[in-house]
């Protein structure tokens, strides 16, 4: 069965620093997605990445940048020089075969960045 | 750059009414999905749809729920009779032939069951 685990339910950092957010997902097929997702006060889902299992290869965008490692069963993400504008709820998700490709959440991480 | 759109943004009901949440999905895209967020937890697969017809379905689509497109624009998601825990913000989806590319969410619609 697939399953999402985010562990830290609440982070707080100040301003400028570095976060990191810990994803760990289950899966029993070897082709599967993984995706992280920014759900700010608004309330609305912003895409941010979209992994394929078979591109291990750590991608970083601005002040975003994504570790996949297979071997763990992991996908962190870590915002550099963290700003007010990042506070929001972090949610990982996978999406595999088994699943019918429909997307699995993990319960998000609330993420607060004090100026 | 295309959307999905979700109306109402925010809709208040008596238990025991229907509800017919709306959206339009991007154009070019085939298949649909509902999912479900309650207050405060993880957002949750509903049902998908492909082809004018139910794919997947979860064990939280029960009897109380169906999902129509009637027009070849418009996915809708009707709760025949709400309860109060049926409160939660809905997100439609779409997705193109590539299903997981370009996978889409609207704004959602805040649903308060009262």
């Known amino acids: 069965a697939q399953k999402v685990t985010q562990a830290q339910t609440e982070i707080s950092v100040v301003e400028k620093e570095d976060v990191t957010l810990d994803c760990v997902y289950e899966?029993?097929?070897?082709?599967?997605?993984l995706f992280w997702y920014k759900q700010p006060p608004s309330g609305e889902l912003v895409f941010l990445i979209r992994?394929?299992?078979?591109?291990?290869q750590n991608e970083i965008s601005g002040r975003y940048s994504w570790n996949f490692q297979k071997s763990t069963s992991s996908f962190n993400f870590t915002i550099t020089a963290s700003q007010v504008v990042d506070s929001a709820v972090y949610f990982c998700?996978?999406?595999?075969?088994?699943?019918?490709?429909?997307?699995?959440f993990g319960t998000g991480t609330r993420l607060t960045v004090i100026p | 750059e295309p959307e999905v759109t979700q109306t109402p943004s925010h809709q208040v009901t008596q238990m025991g009414q229907e509800v017919i949440l709306r959206c339009v999905p991007i154009s070019n895209h085939l298949y649909f999905y509902w999912y479900r967020q309650i207050l405060g937890q993880k957002v949750e697969f509903l049902v998908s749809f492909y082809n004018n017809e139910i794919s997947e379905k979860s064990e939280i689509f029960d009897d109380q729920f169906s999902v129509e497109r009637p027009d070849g624009s418009n996915f809708t998601l009707k709760i025949r009779s709400t309860k109060l825990e049926d409160s939660a913000m809905y997100f439609c989806?779409?997705?193109?032939?590539?299903?997981?590319?370009?996978?889409?969410f609207g704004s959602g619609t805040r649903l308060t069951v009262v």
């Open positions: 992994r394929n299992s078979f591109d291990e």
């Open positions: 899966t029993r097929d070897t082709t599967y997605y």
């Open positions: 989806a779409s997705t193109s032939e590539g299903r997981l590319y370009g996978y889409t």
């Open positions: 998700a996978l999406s595999d075969q088994t699943g019918a490709n429909n997307l699995f």
